[in-house]
């Protein structure tokens, strides 16, 4: 579908609604004046990414460095994780790697993110990560057992629309390159709600707790506003104003946001070849 581009300005008088503009030429890691004044509008800013590109990581440094929040949100910590960060090791990006435990994880190298944690510098770091025990549980309990209190609230007791859940269930068959079992399509839409539930609960409280602006750093797919965090965030929290960011590849992107910035997409193996055989 070919998308128009509209204009920040255009975008701020429909706040509410989606509305995408898009920014190219941001793989160099600058912020232009328009990205700089959404931010500016906003309590909450989410920076989405495509997990092992470079350039996203360096734009995602530059906006937290020009918005100087209070707080930031990282789907790539527990709260475990970020209840060891230490702000006097950012100047130590191997003993800051240490602490948290990167190596434990399975994301990309912290030499990508690293310079987003020194960028953050004084905020207050908040882990929006579900642990791998308490997201397999999703399998026998459901995701609003797994979320605990307020689950209703935030609408997990209840299932998707029917035309909705068939097209994240899709989304999980590809993203999987069509090896996952079709039993199991339902309880990775399940994980992926309640991933999108926690996060958003840990931007109320990071909001609440320090005032905010908050940072969101996270998977394109958090960001999404039609169904990640931002879509939590309008129904808890109506009155936070967030900005949902996305970083696309030539273009290429899946979802609603109200800005993308649009950068090259580095060298990479197919993803999918781990699943090929040979004879």
């Known amino acids: ?73 990282w789907e790539m910590l527990t709260p475990e994780m970020a209840a060891r960060f230490d702000a006097a090791l950012l100047s130590d990006p191997d003993r800051l790697e240490a602490a948290l435990g990167w190596a434990d994880t399975s994301w990309p190298s912290f030499g990508l993110y690293y310079p ?25 309990d459901g995701p609003a057992a797994v979320f605990g209190a307020d689950a209703g609230l935030y609408g997990l007791d209840m299932a998707l629309p029917a035309a909705e859940q068939a097209e994240r269930e899709a989304l999980q068959r590809a993203a999987h390159c069509n090896q996952l079992p079709e039993d199991r399509l339902a309880m990775m839409v399940d994980i992926q709600r309640l991933r999108d539930a926690v996060m958003a609960r840990a931007v109320i409280a ?64 197919d993803p999918c070849d781990a699943f090929k055989t040979t004879d």
Not at 259 to 268: E, G, H, I, N, Q
């Open 206 to 269: 990071a909001h609440e707790e320090t005032g905010g602006p908050v940072a969101v750093i996270t998977g394109n797919g958090h960001a999404r506003r039609d169904r990640g965090v931002p879509r939590f965030l309008d129904h808890v929290r109506p009155a936070l104003r967030v900005l949902s960011v996305g970083q696309s590849e030539q273009g290429g992107i899946d979802g609603a946001f109200d800005l993308v910035l649009d950068s090259p997409a580095p060298d990479r193996d």
């Open 116 to 140: 987003v944690f020194a960028a953050s510098g004084a905020a207050r770091v908040y882990g929006g990560n579900v642990p791998r025990a308490t997201a397999r549980a999703v399998a026998g």
């Open 1 to 73: 579908m070919k998308r128009l581009a509209l204009t920040i300005s255009a975008c701020a008088a429909l706040w509410t609604v989606f509305c995408t503009a898009w920014i190219t030429g941001a793989v160099a890691g600058a912020v232009s004046d328009d990205l700089r004044a959404a931010m500016a509008r906003a309590d909450v800013v989410i920076l989405g990414e495509v997990h092992d590109n470079p350039g996203h990581h360096r734009l995602q440094a530059a906006a937290v460095e020009a918005l100087a929040p209070a707080a930031v949100v």
